[in-house]
């Protein structure tokens, strides 16, 4: 690949999430993808040391918002200063996608590029790189959108799934399927047959394609979420402040996902199978799935001791010892500032726990 080629490819990374279920470690100005929980490293910089050789870091940009512009820049300081751009306020994916569209086409009119979360755990690097390479030479060689499926494990009930359809074509040495449908998040039942279909992947979030295709689509299937970005379109071609732009048109944005505004529209889905090891880490218990655990099945970080206890999950700040006697299958997050106790099965409830939370005002901080 030519070095001009190779410039004609960008990573935008979408990191802007609270990671609720992450409370009390994750918050809304240092949330999951700035915190190490899994590995030595914040997510987001292990996301952005996985993209290594796929494209220049000049080429990666990162969407966050306000309250973590900050910390996203020093969290990646390879990264140009400009390349991290606050959303004012969040309107999903959909308006995410449609700004970053906007920034590459500024850059590279007819560049293809990726949209990637910034918090999952992908341990094989170099398969991520090999997949991501030919999801880049799919979407380069057809006017298609791209998306990578995870092939499932389990019969899952919190991700989204895509049911693969018959072969359209080969990109990268590996095949190309048309995409049967999308489905929501299934009963466990639904997911079982999902599984044992094998025709299911699951929806990662990972997307791919030129500038051209994504804006027809957008004026397709959500014309008037790209007619309400005109004017910050209008505007960066005339060289005003981006943050200027967006924080006077942003907030009036129609508040949709992608997956609903355009790829479940769409009639050029095109999926891919990784094959690469993901997680998306979504509650404290995938934690231990990433973590040695002892004898008993528990997972210790931080200064902690269990007696006679099996299956919990403790992480302290180290800095005072935290101590269980007989429990099973718990959950302790000791910060400086709150600790949780929560059964590991419970953890769903975390998100709703902290909308509790920050309805108080005298607890509001500490979400």
């Known amino acids: 690949m030519s070095q001009n080629d190779e410039k004609a490819r960008y990573v935008v990374i979408m990191a802007g999430g609270r990671g609720e279920r992450f409370w009390p470690q994750s918050r809304l100005a240092r949330p999951k993808h700035l915190l190490p929980i899994v590995g030595d490293r914040p997510m987001l910089a ?125 990109a990268g040495g590996q095949p190309v399927y048309a995409v049967g449908e999308f489905k929501e998040k299934p009963s466990h039942d639904v997911a079982r047959r999902y599984l044992e279909s094998g025709e299911y992947l699951w929806n990662a979030g990972m997307f791919f394609w030129r500038v ?35 924080r006077d048109h942003y907030p009036s944005l129609p508040k949709i996902s992608v997956d609903y505004a355009i790829m479940e529209k769409a009639d050029t889905v095109r999926v891919m199978e990784t094959h690469f090891d993901w997680d998306d880490v979504g509650e404290w218990p995938a934690v231990a799935r990433h973590t040695k655990a002892d004898s008993a099945d528990n997972v210790l970080k931080g200064a902690a001791i269990i007696h006679n206890g099996k299956g919990n999950l403790v992480v302290g700040t180290g800095k005072r010892l935290l101590a269980l006697v007989g429990t099973e299958d718990l959950m302790v997050i000791e910060t400086d500032a709150a600790t949780l106790v929560c059964p590991k099965h419970k953890a769903q409830e975390i998100k709703e726990l902290v909308k509790r939370i920050g309805a108080d005002a005298a607890w509001k901080h500490l979400t």
């Open 212 to 246: 051209p295709v994504i804006t027809s689509a957008f004026e397709r299937h959500a014309s008037e979420l790209w007619s309400a970005m005109e004017p910050i379109a209008t505007g960066l071609t005339a060289g005003e402040p981006l943050a200027a732009l967006l």
């Open 46 to 170: 292990q996301t952005i040391e996985r993209l290594a050789g796929v494209v220049p870091p000049e080429n990666i940009l990162i969407i966050t918002n306000t309250e973590q512009q900050v910390a996203v820049g020093e969290c990646c300081p390879e990264l140009p200063i400009d390349n991290i751009i606050a959303e004012p306020v969040g309107r999903d994916t959909a308006a995410a996608v449609g700004l970053a569209t906007l920034l590459v086409r500024a850059r590279c009119g007819d560049a293809t590029f990726a949209m990637l979360p910034a918090d999952h755990v992908i341990h094989d690097a170099a398969t991520f790189r090999r997949d991501v390479d030919a999801a880049f030479a799919a979407a380069e060689c057809e006017d298609a959108l791209i998306t990578l499926g995870i092939p499932p494990t389990h019969p899952a009930t919190g991700y989204g799934y895509i049911r693969r359809g018959e072969v359209s074509g080969e």
